[in-house]
């Protein structure tokens, strides 16, 4: 059974940083295409950024420039580093992991107030 755990959320002011993490467990991680979304009250989940395996990425407009994901594939683990964090970032925030099939973690929230 794959799992998947995000850890990294919180309360942090506008223009600071947050790093999340995500460990995944129960399957081959290299394997996977890993993504982070989020989700605003009121509003759809939407993609903030993706890496395949080979370490190629992708990003949402909205968060080129400020935010890097990365994956460490001895760890299995996959990160987001958010950095100039503006109030619009505010969400609850998805790990995806994609293969064969589709997962989710549990989400974890991040809050971007003064």
């Known amino acids: 059974q794959v799992r998947l755990v995000e850890s990294g959320g919180g309360l942090v002011q506008p223009g600071r940083s947050l790093r999340l993490s995500c460990v995944v467990s129960?399957?081959?991680?290299?394997?996977?295409?890993m993504g982070w979304y989020r989700q605003a009250p009121g509003k759809q989940r939407e993609l903030v950024a993706i890496?395949?395996?080979?370490?190629?990425?992708n990003y949402a407009d909205s968060v080129k420039g400020r935010f890097t994901i990365s994956r460490d594939n001895a760890k299995n683990t996959v990160y987001l580093q958010m950095n100039s964090l503006k109030p619009e970032d505010t969400a609850v925030y998805y790990c995806?992991?994609?293969?064969?099939?589709?997962?989710w973690g549990q989400g974890t929230q991040v809050t971007v107030s003064s």
């Open positions: 890496i395949i395996n080979s370490g190629s990425t």
């Open positions: 995806n992991a994609r293969s064969a099939g589709i997962y």
């Open positions: 129960g399957s081959i991680f290299s394997s996977y295409t």
